[in-house]
């Protein structure tokens, strides 16, 4: 139990993620639904923007993205490496393909630009 003490205490400490890998994550697997702040695309129907999301009043858009491959519609088509099944893509859209250790990183983004979005 003590051994285990540090992983946990660590495991989401800020330092360790990086808000360039997350942005460029976005940029790769996001940005074909969502719209990404300084990068010029139109999302998709129904896909909310990040900027929308981060600056929601619902308190609760930090913990969709924690899970957000879990979340509909995603679970459809994120293949997270180190869950053993891949999901059943539908035709016609491409996969997306991320390791968890993607998710910090991510969140590191999203933090971030919901600070600069809600200055
Ligand atoms: C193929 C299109 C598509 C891609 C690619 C995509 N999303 Fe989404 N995402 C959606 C749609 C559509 C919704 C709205 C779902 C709803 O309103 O029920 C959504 C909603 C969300 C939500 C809010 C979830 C909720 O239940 O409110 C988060 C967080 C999110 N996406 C994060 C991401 C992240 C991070 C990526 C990239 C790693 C990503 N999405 C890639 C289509 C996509």
């Keep these: 139990m003590i051994l ?8 989401g400490h800020a330092s360790a993620a990086d ?4 942005e460029k994550l976005a940029v790769e697997h996001c940005r074909r639904c969502h719209t990404i702040p300084g990068e010029s695309n139109m999302s998709i129907g ?7 999301m981060v600056t929601s009043p619902a308190g609760d858009w930090r913990y969709k993205f924690e899970v957000f491959y879990a979340l509909r519609p995603h679970a ?7 869950f053993r099944s891949a999901p059943e893509y539908p035709l016609g859209i491409a996969p997306v393909a991320i390791s968890l250790d993607d998710i910090p990183n991510l969140l590191a983004y999203v933090d971030a630009l919901a600070a600069d979005l809600r200055k």
């Design 76 to 82: 459809s088509f994120v293949r997270v490496m180190e």
């Design 4 to 11: 285990l003490l540090p992983a946990v205490c660590c495991a």
């Design 19 to 22: 808000r360039a890998l997350g």
């Design 46 to 52: 129904n896909s909310p923007s990040f900027k929308a």
